[in-house]
């Protein structure tokens, strides 16, 4: 059995669908960022990074998106979210992936989190004003550089497809217009049609 640790709106929701899709026996932990549960002792000692998600397994903990998408679709290779067949486009899923962890993850956390990266109130305002054109920005190379259609990596579903979905629900919080984005907002419209997509929404919204 796996648990998830996760929070509501954020990028756990990529690894909760990549459980379910994988037809995996999980628990899903939910934990209250505005009580700050993520930062309790008892969390601590499941992730001392103090940030979901975090997958418990038989082996140990993981933490970090892109580890969890990938221990998910090798531990499940009959749910195929991954290319394991080909390691070239394994290796474009998992560039994929981390583009969205290490590049557009952070230009979303400069909104609400700046301060990480300083403690001076001017530079925070600064990156919160960035963070429309940098989310902007990074679709911008999604759409016309990295998707390749219907899916990210093609004619193959994966785990990035599970990911790009997670993050392109964050655009309308950082006013982005995601129509801009014709390729993405139609895998987001059929992302949202999966009944494996709604039964997580649902769940975390319970």
């Given at each position: ?25 999980y ?7 505005k ?8 969390y ?18 993981l933490t ?59 530079a925070?305002?600064?990156?919160k ?14 759409e016309t ?6 899916w ?15 993050l ?8 982005v ?20 997509v709604q ?8």
């Open positions: 059995m796996l648990t998830l640790y996760y929070a509501p709106g954020t990028c756990a929701l990529a690894t909760h669908l990549a459980l379910e899709y994988a037809g995996a026996p628990d899903a932990v939910r934990l209250n960022f009580e700050q549960q993520q930062r309790s002792p008892e601590l000692r499941v992730n001392p990074k103090g940030r979901v998600p975090a997958l418990v397994t038989p082996q140990g903990v970090e998106t892109p580890a969890l998408l990938q221990f998910i679709a090798q531990s499940h290779p009959e749910a195929k979210l991954a290319p394991l067949d080909d390691a070239f486009l394994l290796a474009k899923m998992n560039e994929f992936n981390s583009y969205l962890c290490s590049t557009v993850h952070v230009a979303h956390a400069h909104g609400a989190r700046g301060y990480r990266w300083s403690d001076d109130a001017e925070i305002e600064s990156m004003k960035k963070v429309t054109q940098n989310m902007g920005d990074c679709f911008e190379l999604v550089r990295m998707f390749q259609g219907p990210v990596l093609g004619e193959r579903f994966s785990t990035s497809d599970l990911y790009l979905y997670t392109t629900r964050w655009l309308e919080g950082d006013k217009d995601g129509q801009r984005f014709a390729r993405v907002a139609d895998h987001f419209r059929r992302m949202n049609e999966q009944p494996q039964k997580v929404l649902a769940a975390q919204r319970a």
